[in-house]
């Protein structure tokens, strides 16, 4: 049972990199979600997605892209990393009008 | 803005001491989550409530959603070590924006 799917587990990167945040699930579920993760604020929406070619932004959506060519894939871009965007990203999928099933997580540092 | 409040937001507690977690928005929500999350993983949910005032329980746990829609408590009986962990409540209106509060972090002390 696979689930939600997410790599790297970890990843540091240096101020101005781009880097690529791959999920994917197994569940054929329609929805699809970004959340980042900080000390005491909870998790925050950054852009999710209700099918296959249908994105759309959440409440921090800036400094990240996302598209959603198929089901099972929903990757999340960073263009130009900064340090303001050190969290723990976490990305969630589920059926319509059902609660999100998360993945473990993708812990990163930028430098 | 964030939608969901929860307090308190650390807990620190004896093996055997009931907790109560509240989760306080001043926007109606048409159902609420529960999750909790460990270490190093992902939240796991816990419940979801739908009706106004609709309490359910989960072994030693008592999840309640306010008459108004707008709040949700935990209870915990007994709580075990095993209960340690950081509790989430979300709230959705469209059921595919969730809003997460700031969470909860328990410890239990053996």
């Known amino acids: 049972n696979a689930g939600v799917t997410q790599t790297p587990k970890f990843q540091v990167l240096k101020t101005g990199q781009s880097m690529t945040l791959q999920c994917a699930q197994d569940?054929?579920?329609?929805?699809m979600s970004w959340y980042r993760q900080d000390p005491g604020m909870g998790l925050r929406l950054i852009h999710y997605?209700?099918?296959?070619?249908?994105?759309d932004q959440g409440e921090v959506p800036n400094g990240y892209n996302v598209s959603r060519s198929t089901t099972e894939d929903f990757p999340l871009r960073l263009l130009s990393a900064a340090p303001s965007q050190t969290s723990v990203y976490f990305c969630?999928?589920?059926?319509?009008?059902?609660?999100?099933?998360f993945g473990q997580g993708t812990r990163l540092t930028v430098v | 803005t964030q939608l969901l409040e929860q307090s308190p937001q650390f807990l620190s507690i004896q093996e055997g001491e009931n907790l109560t977690v509240y989760c306080n928005s001043s926007?109606?929500?048409?159902?609420l989550q529960w999750y909790r999350q460990e270490p190093g993983e992902g939240p796991v949910l816990l419940v979801t409530?739908?009706?106004?005032?609709e309490v359910k329980k989960l072994k030693r746990l008592t999840f309640q959603f306010g008459d108004a829609r707008k709040d949700s408590s935990l209870h915990i009986t007994a709580a075990q070590p095993g209960d340690t962990g950081l509790y989430l409540c979300?709230?959705?209106?469209?059921?595919?924006?969730?809003?997460f509060g700031t969470g909860t972090s328990l410890t239990v002390i053996p």
């Open positions: 969630a999928s589920s059926r319509s009008g059902s609660a999100p099933f």
């Open positions: 979300a709230g959705t209106n469209t059921g595919n924006q969730f809003y």
């Open positions: 997605s209700v099918g296959a070619g249908i994105t």
């Open positions: 569940m054929n579920h329609e929805y």
């Open positions: 926007s109606v929500f048409s159902s």
């Open positions: 409530v739908v009706t106004g005032g």
